[in-house]
């Protein structure tokens, strides 16, 4: 099938300046703020935004380079299919995360739990809805288990370039 | 900024061969099935993946041309910004679902909670982690009000071509 191009809206900005110390997910880093700069002339589609609490970003992994179909996740020392993990080398190597909203200001959005590398270039933000987006009864796989200590992991190098 | 490329994945396969009649939201449409055909290349990524009751689909709006960044969602008759609701017509037209995993067979998915349009295509998948996903205590800005009666709308023509 023929590639499907996008052009980045904004950018990430976070005190992550390189790979090795970003928190593997948001979720677990509520201390972690940071802010997305929308390019001037997408501003005005941030209209309303401010009346949600939470948004997803989606995002493209620039530093990533290359995949493999199974590989090792921070949270496991076994080997996983990529679509089974959220590590960055992916096949299309597209970020998704779930953010608090804090404010905005003109095209700056204030953002806390933040598990993006600085400089992140964003391809899309979507509200986040609790009564579309949360799903309960879940089944969570081979991360059931690995949950309790999520806190106490970091990214490391293992998906440099 | 330059732009970003990616190569689908697979194919989102479903019941909805135009878009009259799409669910608007997977999660009010429990009983809206499809399958998803993911190209041989990328099958071992599948490994471990049917231990997750629902998975994210990422994907390209392939039916959607052109965008406003203040449009009118299905859900409301006012305008809103293009980023505050889930509309195709964005600028990266990128679409996000929840969906439910029902079974893996060799390189296919089948799901339920569908609101996606037959032939789809697919740009990532990732495990849907109710630990790291789910935030309480959120505020849902304009769609506060209008969940109410959420499985009555359906998407009607309005972001057509």
Chains 1, 2 share one sequence.
């Not at 980045?8 to 201390?31: E, M, N, R, T, W």
Request: aromatic share 12%; charged share 25%; proline share 6%.
């Amino acid at each position: 099938m023929k590639q499907i191009c996008y052009k980045p809206i904004g950018l990430i900005h976070s005190d992550y300046k390189q790979k090795d110390g970003v928190p593997i997910q948001g979720a677990f880093s509520k201390g972690s703020s940071g802010w997305v700069e929308i390019f001037p002339e997408y501003q005005a589609g941030l209209t309303d935004l401010d009346g949600f609490s939470h948004i997803f970003l989606i995002y493209h992994f620039h530093l990533s380079s290359g995949y493999s179909l199974l590989t090792k996740p921070f949270l496991d020392d076994k080997v996983h299919g990529i679509f089974s993990i959220r590590a960055p080398k992916r096949p299309n190597p597209i970020g998704l995360s779930v953010v608090k909203l804090e404010k905005i200001i003109e095209n700056k959005l204030y953002i806390t739990e933040v598990d993006m590398i600085d400089n992140t270039p964003l391809l899309d933000i979507k509200p986040y809805v609790s009564k579309v987006d949360t799903r309960e009864n879940t089944r969570s796989g081979w991360t059931t288990d690995k949950m309790e200590n999520i806190q106490k992991y970091l990214s490391d190098d293992r998906f440099g370039d």
